[in-house]
């Protein structure tokens, strides 16, 4: 049997093309295609939110940097002031506040120790954080000071009268924009002058950064006002130039702190009657 042979020079005969699907088929297809698509899709998870943080208010935000900039004034500024102190159930005090050119400070708390009966004074040096004892009516001794540790350690809870913060270590949380602190403008306390802000504490934590309440400041930095659940700080007159540094009010000695707690009273032991008697 001869094999068909093509005749030289004769093109090969084109490959054969799949036939077209018929029109009924291709509008079967379009029908089907999209459900099945919708039904697949439908089981897929839905896709989840991009998480955004609330935006905070233009208003607070501008606090923020406001009341910011002006404890950043505050860290600068050296003077010598004195402050009113209105506590409830206590009659009014002046607290002497000291900020030295070397960055030394030196706060003095009448009532700041013994539930009241006792002043004291609060330094850091370069040599340390010291609490003295100052002479007053419970303690007529001289003054004598008692080294808490070094100058930026906190000052122990049971020994601290909160007087002193919103010139010291307050301050550095004020400056800190990544402290959890929401700013808003608010007015004076009575009797206070320059820019007030309330200050709130954002975070769950006991141990908060400072006490809520009200900052005021001049434009220069002077702390002017600090209002708080304590009691009111006032500014109180004109303050005075800084020195080159601050000197404690005493020698320092070895021995306790005084504590803000009163004291129990001591009860000395009874004696007979008839003891000493012949």
Not at 58 to 64: K, V
Not at 93 to 98: A, F, H, K, M, N
């Amino acid at each position: 049997m001869h094999a068909h042979l093509r005749p030289a020079g004769l093109p090969a005969k084109p490959a054969r093309t799949p036939a077209r699907p018929s029109r009924r088929l291709a509008a079967a297809l379009a029908l089907t295609l999209p459900a099945l698509l919708a039904a697949c899709t439908a089981d897929l998870p839905a896709p989840r939110p991009t998480p955004t943080s609330a935006p905070v208010p233009a208003g607070m935000d501008a606090a923020r940097d406001e009341l910011a900039a002006l404890a950043a004034a505050a860290q600068d500024r050296h003077l010598v002031a004195s402050y009113t102190l209105r506590a409830p159930g206590s009659p009014d005090r002046t607290i002497l506040v000291t900020s030295a050119n070397d960055g030394s400070w030196r706060v003095d708390v009448p009532g700041g120790a013994l539930g009241g009966s006792a002043d004291v004074s609060f330094a850091a040096t370069a040599d340390g954080l010291f609490q003295c004892a100052l002479p007053s009516a419970a303690r007529p001794e001289p003054a004598t000071c008692v080294r808490l540790g070094d100058r930026d350690e906190a000052v122990p809870r049971r020994v601290d009268p909160r007087v002193q913060h919103p010139f010291t270590d307050w301050l550095d949380v004020l400056t800190d924009r990544r402290a959890p602190l929401a700013v808003s403008p608010a007015q004076p306390p009575p009797g206070a002058a320059g820019a007030c802000y309330s200050v709130e504490t954002t975070s769950a934590s006991i141990n908060a950064p400072l006490d809520v309440g009200i900052y005021c400041y001049d434009p220069d930095g002077t702390p002017t006002a600090v209002h708080t659940a304590s009691g009111t700080l006032l500014l109180a007159g004109t303050p005075a130039p800084a020195p080159a540094t601050v000197q404690l009010a005493g020698p320092v000695v070895d021995g306790e702190p005084l504590g803000t707690a009163t004291p129990e009273p001591t009860t000395e032991p009874a004696t007979s009657p008839g003891a000493g008697t012949p």
